[in-house]
């Protein structure tokens, strides 16, 4: 199937736009050596899924502090203050231009987490990107964790498009794989991950940075 330019962008917030170095910061003041977050995000992740294939459902923020508890020695106190680290999130360098170079070309920009409510508006603010994006979507709405299928169409459902009039920019892979097999155009570039998992179909756009995958959807034919 032939892509289309897509009309609405969604980007995927924690490590896609907005920088985790506040909860590697928290981490270190509590002891904990900052590589620990690696592991910690993955279990938290790990956790997620599992709920949502089994039919399950938990939030973000519970997930994590359960994967902290499991890979660290942190007391509740303690836990709690790494999570709040989430609230002091800030975008990347490069996510400003890159939203402005999608609006700037008409097209509409969303973020999809299955994060925190509150967490992404909070990242966009503190960046002064606010007024370049239309609107937040959190899966927690519908108590479902991305790379669920019902995730994605619930967004595009939310934007009032079909499915491959969206498309979705993530640093993971399970991501964009996701938004793929529901339907939309992923766009892959690297940032949490070098490379991108050869056990998955290929992205529809692939780049080396976040400004090559915008400029790799907008050549999409219209």
Known sequence: MTRRRPAVVAFDVNETLLDLAPVRAALVANGQPESLLRTVFARTLLTGFAATVVGSWCSFRDAFEAALAQESPLSAEERADVLDGF????????????????????????????????????????????????????SEAIRAWKPAREVYLWAAGRCGVAPDRLALVAAHGWDVLGAQRAGLTGAWFPRSERVYPSVYEAPHVQAGDLAGAVEGLLALPA
Do not use: C, F, K, N
Request: no cysteine.
């Open 87 to 138: 609230a002091e999130l800030a975008p990347h360098p490069d996510v400003a231009p890159a939203l402005r170079r999608l609006t700037e070309a008409g097209v509409r920009v969303v973020t999809l987490s299955h994060g925190s409510p509150g967490v992404a508006e909070a990242g966009l603010q503190r960046g002064g990107i606010t007024p370049l994006v239309e609107a937040t979507m959190t």
